[in-house]
């Protein structure tokens, strides 16, 4: 099998696996009762907040990280729980992931004075749109760090330096998740106020989300029940799985700048693959500035169900999108960088991870070369 989806999920590293059913078998108090046993794991739980704090770049003494069930979790706790004020107003990238535009659509439903930031042809936030939305009644901003669908890196400390012209208390939440333990990122520096990450992404498990929130920044729960989690995500902590989040994160970070100098490789390779086969009027979406882990494609006069169906049967999978959505139509995304419904028709999303090999890539080129060459016969 060559699995290309690594934006969907990735495979869990076998150490994660071992951590976390070490932990379950020997370590499944309930934090949150009061013997020893569980005093140990509540303080453990403690050392990993700090420890995801430090690789955010965050401020390990006054920062602090709330987990979650999912990135998605984290996203509708930051949104929701910033909703303080109709009066004011909600800007929201157009090309967010569902768990965020979705909430900012249930905001506008609620009555909120939601906003929506267009996008560039490269995918990236509009800047210059972004500057003429910011004004005094903006409290809150929403952005990608990276794009799911194409890959497009935002900058960050850009986005924050327009924010602070003309919305200085505005908060700032940033989906992380594409990011996180692949491109370097310093919440500090951007001045980040939410940042939402998962652990199935960087090869942990799923179930697993966390919320980073910077020093004074007010949030109120969206969940209720023991209070656990600050008060911001009642219920059972889970331990064995807080435990093997970070041992994916640790693994995946230690080896950020090796596995991003292989995986660059890895898109170089492709797109000198691809640009062979122009002849099949190939579209590479995804450029040079963005993520080389997100490589979006458009097959044109072609559909890429259909493409994605037949690498299925050659043992190759590959993504249409976001895989979060079960009832998707069309791109929002590349709808949005001004593409044509033919032309998203046709599009499909390879996503590398570092255990990626040339050899799956040259197997990928000769499954399409086929099936080009057969379709268009």
Known sequence: MVYFDNAATTKPYEEVLKTFNECGADEYFNPSASYSLSFNLYKKIGDIRKKFISIL??????????????????????????????????????????????????????????????????????????????????????????????????????????????AKNCVFHVDGVQGFCKIPIDVTEARINLFSISAHKIHGLKGLGALYISKGTKLKNIIFGGGQEFGLRSGTINYPGIISFYKAAQTTCENMKKNFVKVTNLKNYLREQLVKLNKNKIRIVSDNECSPYINSLIFEGNRGETIMRFLDSKGILVGTGSACSSSKVGNRVLENMGFNKNQILGSIRISFSADNTKGEIDYFITCIDDYLKNINA
């Open 57 to 166: 770049n965050g401020d390990v003494e006054s920062d602090n990280i709330v987990f979650t069930s999912s990135a998605t979790e984290s996203n509708n706790l930051a949104i929701f729980g910033s909703c303080f004020n109709k009066e004011k107003k909600y800007l929201f990238s157009v090309g967010e992931h569902p768990a965020v535009y979705n909430c900012a659509m249930e905001l506008k439903n609620k009555g909120y004075k939601v906003f929506f930031i267009p996008l560039q042809k490269n995918g990236q936030v509009d800047y210059d749109k972004l500057d003429n939305l910011c004004d005094n009644d903006v409290c809150f901003v929403s952005t990608m760090f990276v794009n799911n669908e194409t890959g497009a890196i935002n900058d960050l400390i850009r986005i924050r330096n327009i924010i602070d012209k003309k």
